[in-house]
């Protein structure tokens, strides 16, 4: 089972970009998929969170620019990001926990993680 990231890039102050991760493999249920960030010499932060139903939160640096959505048919969390600032300026992780079998154990998996430049 793996996590792989996409849509990162460099943008402009106010642009938008769009990430996507998709789980592939064995995979029965996923549970929460999440989107965490880090800048270099900064920890890890939580960017915003899906639950298997689609219940949202959000870091209070991002509320009202970022909306995070999931399509469970593919497996698949994104990340849309609207008026992006510098300090948005991160390496992007999408997390999400996953039930291989039917009854197995839920566990956590990270994707490789995609870079997000702002800046003019």
């Known amino acids: 089972v793996q996590l792989q990231a996409s849509g990162g890039g460099l943008v402009q102050p106010g642009g938008f970009l769009r990430l996507s991760c998709a789980a592939s493999?064995?995979?029965?249920?996923?549970?929460?998929m999440n989107w965490y960030r880090q800048a270099p010499g900064e920890q890890r932060e939580l960017v915003a969170r899906?639950?298997?139903?689609?219940?949202?939160n959000y870091g209070d640096s991002v509320k009202g620019r970022f909306t995070i959505s999931r399509d469970n048919a593919k497996n698949t969390v994104y990340l849309q990001m609207n008026s992006l600032k510098p300090e948005d300026t991160a390496v992007y992780y999408c997390?999400?926990?996953?039930?291989?079998?039917?009854?197995?154990?839920?566990?956590?998996?990270w994707g490789q993680g995609t870079q997000v430049t702002v800046s003019s």
């Open positions: 997390n999400a926990w996953i039930r291989a079998t039917i009854g197995g154990d839920l566990f956590g998996l």
């Open positions: 899906i639950t298997s139903v689609g219940s949202t």
């Open positions: 493999g064995s995979i029965f249920s996923i549970g929460a």
